[in-house]
């Protein structure tokens, strides 16, 4: 069976960190690029970052939020510090193949089943 599994959210306090990870199974993910998204209740899914198959990244939380991966063990990682309340949401991660000129891929392939990152006192 191929799946993306998520794991490591939970309820953290403000100014806290999390570190999420993105697990494969039944294939490889170091022919794909790989994004982490988040949906917030009552708003649209939006990607927070995206990681190439050589490893460079785009941050959309620039400077609270680095993307990484680890082929050896299939797992890409989301390192989230100086969390705010406003990062509370589901994150997905998925994986996807890019097209001529993009680094980010327009459409995934795989996605996983998110999970719940809550930023609160």
Known sequence: QLQLVES???L?????SLRLSC????FTLDTY?????RQAPGKERE???????????????K?????????AKNTVYLQMNSLKSEDTAVY??????????EFCPTTY????????????S
Do not use: K, L
């Not at 690029?33 to 998204?37: D, K, R, S």
């Not at 990607?47 to 939380?61: K, L, M, Q, W």
């Not at 997905?92 to 000129?101: E, M, N």
């Open 23 to 26: 697990a494969a199974s039944g």
């Open 109 to 120: 392939d795989y996605w996983g089943q998110g999970t719940q990152v809550t930023v609160s």
């Open 63 to 71: 400077g609270r939020f680095t993307i990484s991966r680890d082929n």
């Open 12 to 16: 953290v306090q403000p100014g806290g």
């Open 92 to 101: 997905y991660c998925a994986a996807g193949r890019t097209r001529q000129f």
């Open 47 to 61: 990607r927070v970052s995206c990681i190439s198959t050589s490893g460079a990244s785009i941050d959309s939380v």
């Open 33 to 37: 690029a790989i994004g982490w998204f």
């Open 8 to 10: 490591g959210g939970g």
